[in-house]
């Protein structure tokens, strides 16, 4: 009997262990939409690997030049592992008013933008996208205005979160993909 209690045992922290592990990928467990689409994706199955740099964009703000910085990550640093995900909002001062449509034209005419860009959210707390309420759960805050971002290590959780006025060559930003992409 002592042993059948020491292999259930055995077997219970087998399977806690599993279930932690197949939890790590579920922050990016959500599907969203392509940009201007009708072609679903789900996160965690196209970017199971990968390091991820969630962004909440907006065309008309003060920082929307950060499109440019933000594709130039992409661009340098996607070889090595690192997505940039666009999730355009609405939620500050009206910010991004435009159709899905129009906000793509922008992004690529303007900036260039090739990197991942999906449907129009909410991200502020009080109705905010389940992914960002995720997201704000791990990191302790909710997107406080347009191009906040969110840093995703391969193993799906969150490694740190950024305010608006950090730039996307921002010493600390960079560190910290630095330091994902490595591990």
């Known amino acids: 009997m002592r042993n059948s209690n020491g292999i259930i045992l055995l077997l219970l922290f087998i ?14 467990d959500h599907d969203f939409r392509r940009l201007a689409s ?9 970017y199971n690997g990968k390091v991820v740099l969630v962004v909440n964009t907006a065309s008309r703000c003060g920082n929307t030049p950060q499109y440019d910085g933000l594709e130039k990550l992409y661009r340098q640093y996607g070889d090595a592992g690192l997505v940039v995900l666009g999730f ?3 939620d500050f001062l009206g910010q991004e ?7 793509q034209e ?13 449907e129009k ?30 840093l995703i290590g391969r193993n799906g959780k969150l490694i740190a979160e ?8 921002d010493e600390d930003l960079l560190s ?7 591990n």
């Open 15 to 28: 399977l806690a262990v599993s279930s932690s592990i197949a939890n790590e990928g579920m922050l990016l």
């Open 38 to 46: 009708d072609e679903a994706v789900n996160l965690r199955e196209a």
């Open 88 to 90: 355009p909002s609405n």
């Open 97 to 103: 008013p435009g159709t899905e449509e129009q906000i």
């Open 106 to 118: 922008f992004c690529r005419l303007t900036y260039g933008v090739e990197f991942p860009m999906f």
């Open 121 to 150: 959210i909410s991200v502020r707390k009080s109705n905010a996208h389940p992914f960002f309420d995720k997201l704000a759960a791990a990191s302790g805050t909710y997107p406080t205005w347009n191009f906040h971002k969110f």
């Open 162 to 169: 950024f305010s608006p006025r950090t730039q996307p060559y």
């Open 176 to 182: 910290a993909i630095d330091l994902a992409l490595v």
